[in-house]
């Protein structure tokens, strides 16, 4: 049996210095709050004014917000024809001559930064000048953030007699069960009430800080209660209202300005909780009364919740633990294991699917692109944890009426998903985005993890309507194509763009992963179908579907496209052929040309341009194939993209605006559980896994 803590603990994150691109975070996977090594968001402005730092932000999924006047009715926008095989379809591609309608929908809903927390001296800011870090800790088995910092930079003619080179020891972490951040810190300049933490608040952004502390005139804080147990703060920004509670021990409160209040206490040791509420979040469709004020519980009581509810999580599901390997890559694919459930706990167990920086700062706004939500959340099921899956799932039967209209638009039958929005589910203007179709099947492929992972005859009609309406808008998007020498054919396309964004969407034609994704999805629908007692109806189709192009030997990008692998820019991107035997386990993949088609992308492909997640892409179809020592190769492999930070993040290095990903911490967990559960590591690795399930 693994020991579990000694498995987690080894890889607890220990700082001795400031990693201003790798801030640690704590969180309860629905709300996430991100600090530096005070433990708070102390040195914000020195984390924003780098480019391609990680903002400290405190983020909930519910912290929607729009600029005033901002459009929410996208018929406005003047549409693109295609033409699909005789047909006009209309897409909004095209941002030329609307480009602040546009610009408007794509950045409204955006996530925002809920409010910073952080330490002052004697009424100053303080920065890394004036302070340096003494140790600081993520404990993972408990879920709490552990800080020491000390004054010792400050200038000698300011400093007090010992009181500035004893540390400020501080302690973090988020209630596993409401939007609460909890601080307990210790110093001798708390009790005099020169230590102070302060609250401030900033008008909500598109950007990737989610803030913008330079527009105090266009939001509002009010001080609506203060008792002996508490105070609370009602935030009003424009049509988002939101409000804070604070609570602790005999603390004092003092205003500072329109959006910044300081707190102190009269002891060495203070104990603070900010507890973070929606009341209206248009975006989010909360609309609630004010209520009573509820306050959170003690800090004690709250440090034990979180401590066993982390405990539960760490003891429960899934595991691999790799100590006694004889290969040196194995503790660091250990770390990277460890780190990336951790992550994806704090981040991606919401009722919504993740943005691709979660709740760490924004990527497009905040909005989450739903052709990600495999890599973001299949993982779960596999772990042991397919509640985290289904918590997220559930939010695609609250835009079915969405997709059912996405899809009559466009004179198809079904649901069509979309690829890039908020939560009310609308499609984002794009010229990329609203012409994808490789997320179409992922609520089918989702839904099955989940039913693998508990079949239950109730879940299968619970989303009965989701897998068969997913598959009816796909039979009615392919194409049937006559031929003149022998029996017709479904095709695929065009217009679409395929996973690799790097083809003209008008001569797509078909892209082997759609086709093998659209095939599976046909299938798996009618299992659904048989499940519940009723008559299969989309073999047909799935039988006739096109096979994947093949050239030279190898697959290629799609049967338009003979020059994937000699002209730019088809050998940059994802490699997404790989999936048909990766991600897919289809039976019409020759693994002779599967396996040369993957020599020739490791050969020829400008492998700066991978994203996270096609590295565990590309391992898992080197597993399929028996290729044991690449799989392994693959997930570790040196590449810009591949970056794993000392937080565990997946760092886009190049990419200012990804300072993580989290579709390849999910990536990875998805690769390394598939391997693990197959026994699919070479030689030098010594493993056990415990709580595993299978990937077919």
């Known amino acids: 049996m693994i020991d579990r803590h000694d498995l987690v603990t080894r890889h607890n994150p220990l700082y001795t210095k400031l990693e201003r691109n790798a801030p640690l975070s704590v969180g309860n996977g629905a709300f996430c709050f991100t600090a530096d090594y005070t433990g708070l968001q102390t040195f914000y402005d020195e984390y924003a004014a780098a480019g391609d730092s990680c903002p400290l932000c405190t983020m909930a999924e519910w912290g929607w917000h729009s600029y005033p006047g901002s459009p929410r009715d996208d018929s406005l926008l003047r549409l693109t024809p295609f033409d699909t095989f005789g047909r006009q379809v209309f897409y909004a591609v095209d941002e030329t001559g609307q480009e602040e309608l546009f610009k408007a929908l794509r950045q409204n809903a955006h996530k925002f930064h809920l409010g910073r927390i952080g330490f002052e001296l004697d009424g100053a800011a303080l920065s890394p000048d004036t302070c340096a870090p003494v140790k600081q800790t993520l404990n993972l088995w408990e879920g709490v953030l552990s800080s020491e910092f000390t004054f010792d930079k400050a200038p000698s003619h300011k400093k007090t007699p010992s009181h500035y080179d004893e540390p400020v020891l501080t302690e973090t972490f988020v209630h596993p069960g409401e939007d609460t951040v909890y601080l307990r810190f210790s110093s001798p300049l708390a009790a005099q009430g020169r230590l102070r933490v302060t609250l401030t608040f900033p008008y909500g952004s598109h950007r990737k800080s989610g803030a913008d502390f330079t527009v105090p005139h266009a939001h509002t804080t009010t001080l609506t209660a203060k008792t002996v147990r508490g105070v609370c703060l009602e935030r009003v920004m424009d049509g988002t209202r939101y409000r804070v509670v604070v609570t602790g021990a005999a603390f004092h409160m003092d205003i500072q300005g329109e959006h910044r209040i300081a707190f102190s206490g009269d002891a060495e040791t203070v104990e603070l909780a900010f507890r973070f509420e929606p009341q209206r979040i248009p975006a989010a469709g909360i609309d609630r009364d004010a209520g009573e004020t509820a306050y959170s519980p003690p800090f004690a009581e709250a440090r034990a919740s979180c401590a066993m509810f982390w405990k539960n999580y760490w003891t429960s599901g899934g595991a691999i633990d790799f100590s006694g390997s004889a290969d040196g890559r194995a503790k660091e694919l250990e770390r990277r294991i460890v780190l990336s459930r951790y992550l994806t706990a704090i981040q991606s167990r919401g009722c919504l699917p993740p943005a691709e920086t979660g709740l760490t700062c924004n990527s497009w706004y905040g909005k989450f692109h739903l052709e990600m939500h495999y890599w973001h959340s299949a993982h779960f099921a596999l772990w042991g944890q397919a509640g985290a899956l289904r918590k997220n799932l559930a939010w695609y039967k609250k835009i079915l009426p969405v997709a059912r209209r996405i899809a009559v638009s466009q004179g198809c039958r079904g649901a069509r998903w979309p690829k890039m929005c908020d939560p009310t589910g609308d499609n984002t203007p794009s010229s990329i985005a609203v012409l994808l179709i490789w997320q179409q099947p992922h609520p089918i492929m989702l839904a099955e993890l989940c039913y693998r992972a508990a079949p239950d005859p109730y879940f299968l009609r619970e989303y009965r309507d989701i897998v068969v309406e997913t598959a009816e808008f796909m039979e009615s998007f392919a194409h049937w194509e006559e031929s003149g020498d022998g029996p017709g054919r479904y095709v695929l396309g065009p217009p679409y763009i395929p996973v690799q964004e790097r083809h003209d969407p008008k001569i797509v034609l078909n892209a082997p992963f759609e086709l093998e994704y659209f095939r599976w999805g046909f299938l798996q629908a009618d ?49 997404s052929m790989l999936g048909i035997c990766g991600v897919l386990n289809s039976p019409h993949v020759d693994p002779a040309v599967m396996s040369a088609t993957l020599d020739k992308v490791l050969a020829a492909w400008d492998m700066r341009t991978f994203y996270g997640w096609d590295f565990p892409l590309m391992a898992m179809t080197a597993c399929r194939l028996g290729r044991f020592h690449d799989a392994v190769a693959l997930l570790l492999m040196d590449s810009p993209k591949n970056t794993y930070l000392p937080n565990g993040h997946n760092r886009q290095t190049g990419d200012d605006a990804l300072p993580l990903y989290l579709p390849g911490n999910g990536g990875l967990l998805l690769a390394a559980a598939m391997m693990a559960a197959e026994s699919s590591f070479p030689e030098g690795f010594t493993l056990q896994a415990e709580g595993l399930h299978a990937y077919s």
């Open 527 to 575: 299992r659904w179908l048989e499940r519940l007692g009723e008559a299969p109806r989309f073999g047909g189709i799935a039988e006739k579907l096109a096979l994947p192009p093949q050239r030279d030997g190898v697959y290629v990008a799609h049967e338009n496209c003979p020059e994937t692998f000699t002209k730019l820019p088809f050998y940059t991107d994802h490699p």
